[in-house]
Structure formats: C-alpha cells, structure tokens
C-alpha cells in the first residue's frame, strides 16, 4: 500500500524471545491509521534466528528505502538496537520510557525501537509503541547537525568541528 500522508512503512521483527510481544505488537501496529504497511520478517520458533540476523534483515530494509522504520523485540532489547546500529546509516535504541521514545525520534531521529520482552510488560510496550508512531523528526531542528556529526563520523569524513579535542 502506498503511504498516505504522514504514514509509516514498518517492518517488525524478533528473535524467539520477543515473539509474543512481536506478534501482538504487529498486530496493533496493522490497525494503526498512522501506518501505511507492516513487514513482518519473523523469526517463529522453529527457525530460532538469532537477533543479529533479525536486525540486520530489519536495518537493511530501512537502508535500502523500502521501510521507514523497524520495531524489534528480544529478550532485553539490547542486541537488537547494537545489532541493527552496525547496519550503515541506522540509529538504533533500546528504550522502554515514554520519554526516551520520543527523544529517539525527535533529537536522533531513530529509525529503530528496540523493546525488551523480559524487561517491560506487554501492555507498557503496546502503549510506548503507539507513541513512537506520532512522533517525527523534523530536517530543520537544531537535532539535525548531531546527526549529520554521526554521518560524517560513519562515513570516516571526520569534520573538524566534531573532532575531540587534542591532549595539551
Ligand atoms: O540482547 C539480546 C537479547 O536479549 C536476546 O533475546 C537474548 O540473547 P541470546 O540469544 O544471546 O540469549
């Protein structure tokens, strides 16, 4: 389905650990106005893909422009969002606050959510990943330059003003 207006394209992936919390939040996520598609890259049990595998799968589809976003659960959260930041040119987070999620996007414009199936109960994930959806980042926000800072650093472009300072 074409994305209409402010719309996201998502992609919702986990390894065994977060499968529970993935199928309903997937489930939640297709009913959701503010979201136009939802791929659902697995993995069930019986294929026990582990979570770099996953965020991996996930990070690329972002970096290749077919999705917007990606929201992914294991056990913590943690490996998911450590997994998926290797994927050149994705932000990634764990967060499980209301604050967090929101600041993910709007100061470091995050195209990853990382929930933690052990760590928060599903009724707090289901609230926090409706939030994450009304949230956007905007190009022309003072955020913006720390996130060109990240890009330069990943794309070993190094700008001065980023560079650290050197040891007298
Ligand atoms: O961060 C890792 C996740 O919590 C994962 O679900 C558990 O990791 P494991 O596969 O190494 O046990």
């Known amino acids: 389905m074409r994305p209409q207006g402010n719309q996201l394209r998502l992609v919702v992936g986990s ?6 919390y993935r199928n309903a939040l997937a489930s939640d996520l297709r009913a959701n106005p503010l979201v136009a598609t939802v791929v659902d890259i697995g ?3 019986r294929a026990r893909r582990p979570y770099p ?10 970096a290749g422009g077919q999705v917007d976003r990606a929201l992914l659960v294991c056990h913590t959260g943690l490996g998911m969002a450590i997994a998926a930041n290797k994927v050149q040119g994705i932000r990634a987070v764990t967060a ?9 996007v709007l100061s470091n414009n995050a195209q990853v959510l990382a929930f933690g199936q052990g760590i928060i109960g599903l009724a707090l994930a289901r609230r926090l990943a409706a ?5 956007r980042f905007e190009a022309t926000s003072s955020a913006a330059v720390k996130i060109e800072a990240i890009h330069a650093f990943e794309d070993q472009r190094f700008p ?8 007298r």
């Open 131 to 135: 939030e994450w959806l009304t949230y």
């Open 53 to 62: 595998e996953v965020a991996f799968a996930a990070g690329q589809l972002i």
């Open 15 to 20: 390894d065994a650990a977060g499968r529970e």
């Open 96 to 104: 499980h606050d209301s604050l967090s999620v929101r600041v993910s």
């Open 43 to 45: 993995s069930d049990d």
């Open 160 to 167: 001065a003003a980023t560079t650290p300072d050197q040891p």
